[in-house]
């Protein structure tokens, strides 16, 4: 049993990108909630949220996600639907209802360079 944890944690690390871009939470209550991507694994995401709107959303709620990724001036929102999985002082775990089609893209533009330059800005 404690062999499987180990290889399930493995797995997980292996597979997680940190990254940062926009997400927006869409609940099925018609709620949207903004926050930033931590990170990024082919079947969940990490999203920091402010305490305020956090409280707004629910484990195991159904939700959609839009990521937003930025390359120049262009941008592309990927959509992908999931459910929360985990509520922590920081933000919220949303697991896939499937594989991310879209994960490799992740892999292929590492820093998203608009990101970094409106945090910048807006400080």
Known sequence: MALNGVIRNCRRQRTRLNYLAVAKIHTETGLAVVGNLRDIAIESLYVKIDEEEKATLNQH?????????????????????????????????VMFTEPLKWWPIFSLFPVNEQFLFDIVTQT
Not at 64 to 85: F, H, N, Q
Request: charge should be negative.
């Open 61 to 93: 709620e159904t939700v959609d996600v839009d990521i937003m990724v930025t390359k120049g001036a262009s941008r592309l929102t990927i959509a992908v639907p999931g459910e929360i999985s985990r509520v922590d002082d920081d933000g919220v775990v």
